[in-house]
């Protein structure tokens, strides 16, 4: 019982010091988030509230950091057709492994990139987890996760 309440004062730690955007920070609508066209494409980052909830994740497009997003936070930036590796890394101190995908850019198109994850508990003694993943949203499901849930981060690229 003293393990359970251990773990449990632990994970409400976690949610109580949550990394986000500044409260300034502009929404989708606001961001001036660019138009894709002829020559590029706009890629879009985002990350809703993904455990480990204190940390900000590293996004990298073609091993050179692009942003670093809290929760509830996206970026973006406009790149040339061609094949993309991007990930997303935690800070070693998470102790959590980060996610690659590989994407054929192509111009005139949205590219809507989630960083996503949940917190799961096993076991008798309550073993808390995390598990993440990245997944490429079409037009429609990213503007309206990213309008929903997050705030702008300036792009590094």
Not at 16 to 24: D, I, K, M, T, Y
Not at 48 to 56: A, G
Not at 91 to 116: H, Q
């Amino acid at each position: 019982m003293k393990k359970m309440v251990s773990r449990i004062t632990f994970v409400l730690f976690l949610l109580a010091g949550c990394a986000q955007p500044s409260r300034f920070a502009p929404s989708y609508a606001d961001a001036h988030v660019g138009t894709p066209d002829a020559d590029k494409a706009v890629l879009v980052l985002y990350r809703k509230t993904v455990p480990p909830l204190i940390y900000t994740v590293t996004s990298q497009v073609n091993d050179k950091e692009f942003a670093s997003l809290p929760n509830n936070a996206f970026s973006w930036s406009y790149l040339t057709p061609g094949d993309y590796e991007i990930k997303m890394k935690w800070p070693l101190l998470a102790l959590t492994p980060g996610k690659t995908i590989n994407l054929n850019i192509e111009a005139g198109k949205y590219y809507f990139v989630e960083f996503g994850g949940d917190t799961h508990i096993a076991g008798v003694g309550g073993v808390v987890y995390s598990t993440h993943d990245i997944t490429l949203n079409n037009y429609e499901q990213g503007i309206l996760a990213v309008q929903n849930c997050c705030k702008y981060v300036p792009s590094r690229l």
